[in-house]
Structures are given as C-alpha cells and as structure tokens.
C-alpha cells in the first residue's frame, strides 16, 4: 500500500487491535492477528466482530465515525488542530486519543 495514506491504530483496553487505514475504495479495517489469538479478545464493535478478513467501506466506518466529537467541542477540535471539519479521518486521529469507552485510537503504533 501507497506509504502516503494514513492509517489508524486502534486500541481496545489500551491493547492493540488491529488497524484502520484509508484506500483508494475508502477505508479498510483489519483486526491484528495476535489480537485474534487472545482468549479474551472483544471486538471494537457488534458492527465489527471479530473476524481475521478486513472490513472495507467507502466511507468510514459507522462506529469510528462516531468516536469524533460533535457540536461545540468539534468546532474547537477542528480550530485548534486546523482539520476540515469534512476530514473525518483527521479528526479521528486527533480527537480520538482518549475517548469515551474501551476503544482508544492512536497516530502511532504504542
């Protein structure tokens, strides 16, 4: 894959998942093998169960997507980190260090 296409490394209970990347066709999300191995494994979301093929989607994932902020608090993500409020993948990685909830998103693999 082109090395100029972001990518996302997703974190469940601060344990690495697996990776969400953006493609040509959009976005693909790919569950991490050893990931897959552990006995107590969840999976990010029911709309995303545990599986070793990727996801793929044109647009980004219902779930991811809705990890971003809304309202007054993605007016201040948007200006403080200078992202188009229509880049959603932008803001995933900006906004989504230390959501709400088990699933955490990370620009870099920790």
């Known amino acids: 894959m ?3 296409y972001r990518i996302a490394y997703v974190y469940v209970r601060h344990t690495f998942a697996g990776t969400l990347r953006e493609t040509d066709e959009g976005y693909m999300f790919l569950y991490d093998g050893q990931y897959l191995e ?8 029911l709309t995303l ?6 996801y793929r989607s044109k647009t980004l994932f219902s779930f991811f997507d809705g990890l971003i902020p ?9 200006h403080n980190w200078k ?11 900006a906004a989504c260090r230390d959501p709400i909830g ?5 620009g870099e693999r920790i």
């Open 38 to 45: 552990k006995t107590d494994a969840t999976a990010v979301s």
């Open 70 to 78: 809304e309202g007054w608090l993605l007016d201040i993500v948007s």
């Open 2 to 4: 082109d090395d100029g």
């Open 49 to 54: 169960p545990l599986q070793p093929e990727a």
């Open 102 to 106: 088990c699933v955490s998103i990370s």
């Open 83 to 93: 992202i188009d409020r229509r880049d959603r993948f932008g803001l995933l990685l």
